[in-house]
């Protein structure tokens, strides 16, 4: 079955520090794709950055960089220089080879940066 | 920049009646989707479209139904609401075909079944 498991429901780190988010998925489609997305308080969804499993290189938007491990089935999420504003929610997703879009959801990790 | 607009942030009905969650987004996108997200469980697909008039059954649609009667438009029911279907719904679309293109969310909607 096509599942993501994110195993820290919650983590601190201090400000300006970089920390990892964990993410490993199942899947037995060789093309899929691998997104994080970030949840403040306030509700919304914030799309973060994107890794599609035939990329060579691992994805890096801004502080954000996604370290994907295709053997290991893991694509973790980097943050680097932890910001306050960074205290949130974090979801992996995958969307399967085939599907319209669809995404699998991780449970979650709530991240709280500490001044 | 993507706009999903879903109808209200918070919503409170009772037991029994019938309640109508809805979503637009002003990107033309072909597909969009509800979700209920509930602690600890993450996001869960009720319902998806990517086309008008066309709907896709999701992991949990159970005591839901659509509506896609224009492409901007993807209306989720509750046609008996229960308590259990308290949670926090949210809508999202997306442009077909391409692959490395996210899903774009509304700010959901936080629905309290007494």
């Known amino acids: 079955a096509q599942k993501i498991t994110q195993t820290q429901p919650g983590m601190f780190v201090q400000e300006k520090e970089a920390v990892t988010l964990d993410c490993t998925y199942d899947?037995?489609?060789?093309?899929?794709?691998l997104f994080w997305y970030k949840q403040p308080s306030s509700g919304e969804m914030i799309f973060l950055i994107y890794?599609?499993?035939?990329?060579?290189q691992n994805a890096t938007e801004g502080r954000y960089s996604l370290n994907f491990q295709k053997a290991r089935k893991s694509a973790n999420l980097v943050i680097s220089a932890s910001q306050l504003g960074d205290s949130a929610m974090y979801f992996c997703?995958?969307?399967?080879?085939?599907?319209?879009?669809?995404?699998?959801f991780g449970k979650g990790t709530k991240l709280s940066v500490k001044p | 920049d993507v706009k999903v607009t879903q109808s209200s942030r918070y919503l409170v009905k009772r037991t029994g009646e019938k309640v109508f969650l809805e979503c637009v987004q002003d990107?033309?996108?072909?597909?969009m989707f509800w979700y209920r997200q509930d602690p600890g469980l993450g996001l869960r697909l009720i319902y998806f479209?990517?086309?008008?008039?066309?709907?896709e059954k999701g992991d949990i649609p159970e005591g839901y139904s659509v509506s896609r009667e224009k492409k901007e438009r993807f209306s989720l029911i509750l046609e008996s609401a229960s308590t259990n279907q308290t949670s926090m719904y949210l809508c999202?679309?997306?442009?077909?075909?391409?692959?490395?293109?996210?899903?774009?969310f509304g700010d959901g909607t936080r629905l309290s079944i007494l």
């Open positions: 479209s990517y086309d008008v008039k066309m709907k």
């Open positions: 990107m033309d996108h072909e597909n």
């Open positions: 890794q599609g499993s035939y990329d060579q």
């Open positions: 999202a679309s997306r442009i077909q075909g391409i692959g490395n293109q996210p899903q774009h």
């Open positions: 899947t037995s489609d060789p093309s899929y794709g």
């Open positions: 997703a995958m969307s399967p080879g085939g599907s319209q879009g669809n995404l699998i």
